[in-house]
């Protein structure tokens, strides 16, 4: 059933394996790992690209069906504007460039965020390419460009609010969860920071509401196969609960309880 699919985790207990079914990652420490050798920060988001590359050949081997990325938050605008500017060719050319690639892999590729503060030509080629991988399936990479955790929960909001005229009142977490960015894919399961720092700065503050957190000192241009890797293992490993006592997962309990 399509709605059920779109309520939240914290209304349902969603199916869970051993293998992530979205990752969400902010991509952290370009700047950190071009200054330890000398070059300008720019050089690091150029060699980050390379990362993603990689990270996206991964997820296709590994079964992965939807992975987000964190590319510029509604916060990075307060970079340097060389260093901004640099980040929106860098956007730029990457969407002329790597389309055709990701369209004959089967990748469904969207963007998520505001994208009205961005240049004609960059929105241009955003829909085009949306609209020609709309079809494919055999994995959902969303890019987060100029988006905030808070835009995304207002703009679900009046989305909402406008699809409900003359409603003021009485909303549900399952009203809400359609107009949000990713509605149609599972929450994220597995979140990965690389680059040291331990926090979410604003990235998709409702859909990690029950995601599992990853943490990693590696800087995004060096995160390979082999640290993804890492990060997989570690979530193999955890006990979701969704509330639950641990006693209540143990198949033979559950049984028994019944
Ligand atoms: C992440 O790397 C990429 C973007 C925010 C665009 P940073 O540029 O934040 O790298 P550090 O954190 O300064 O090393
Ligand atoms: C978060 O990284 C955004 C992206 C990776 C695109 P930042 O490096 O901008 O985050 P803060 O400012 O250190 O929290
Ligand atoms: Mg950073």
Redesign the pocket.
Known sequence: MVLKKLLSSTREIPATGEMPAHVAII???????ARKRLMP?VA??KR?LEAVREIVRTCIERGIRHLTLF???SE?WRRPEDEVSF?MNLFLRALEDEIARLHKNRIRFRVIGDLTRFDPRIRQLIADAETLTANNDQLTLSIAANYGGRWDILNAMSAMLAANPGKREGFSEADLAPHLALADAPEPDLFIRT?GEERVSNFLLWQLAYTEFYFTDI??PEFDTAAFEVALKSYSQRERRFGRTSEQLQPAAAEEAR
């Open positions: 991509m952290d420490g370009n700047g950190r790992w920060r690091g988001h980050g590319a510029f938050s990075n980040l680059g800087l995004w």
